[in-house]
C-alpha cells in the first residue's frame, strides 16, 4: 500500500487497485500531449520573435511613418485652432477685417485694399520678436490677413509664400 494524494489535497494509503483508478483519473483531467503542450506554450514566444524581427527589419520604415503621421495629425490640430481663432476674430458672417495699413502713402499714392492687405502681412513679421507668444500671434496674424485677402478676392502677392497661401 503506498501512500498517495487524493485530488481533494489529503494524503491516504491506498491499494494497487486504488491507485490506478487514481492514475487514471489524473490521465483524463490532463488529457494534453507532448505537442500540444509544446505548441501552447511556443506559440506566444514564436509569435513574439516573429513580430520583434519584423519591426526590426522595418524599423526605419515605421519610424519615418509614425512620426510623419504624429506630424501630420499636430500639425492638423493646430490648423483647425488657428482658424477657430481667426473665425471668431471676424465673426459669425466670416466678414474679412479691415488692413491696418493706411489708404494713402507718405508720397500720396493710394492704396488698394489689396495692397493693403500684403503691407499688413509684411508689418507683421515684426510680431515674432515678442518673448514666448510672438511666433503664435505672428502666424494668427499671418493667417487672418491671408483669409480676408482670399474673402476679397485678392491674388496671391509675392511676399506671402505660396505654402502659406495655401493653408489660409
Known sequence: MALELLPDGTFKKLTKVQTDALNRYYKRENKRDLPTEA?????????????????????DD???QVLSALE????????????????????EQNIPTEPRT???TIQGNVLSKCQRYAGDY??????????FVGGTLQALAQLNTIQSMKLEGCSKPDVIPQAQWDQG
Open 102 to 104: 493706411s489708404e494713402t
Open 62 to 64: 515605421i519610424k519615418e
Open 72 to 91: 501630420e495629425e499636430a500639425i492638423g490640430a493646430g490648423f483647425w485652432v488657428a482658424n477657430a481663432i481667426t473665425r471668431f476674430t471676424r465673426g
Open 122 to 131: 509684411v508689418s507683421q513679421n515684426e510680431i515674432h520678436v515678442i518673448p
Open 39 to 59: 505548441i501552447i506554450s511556443g506559440l506566444p514566444i514564436i509569435l513574439g520573435v516573429t513580430i520583434a524581427s519584423i519591426a526590426y527589419v522595418f524599423r
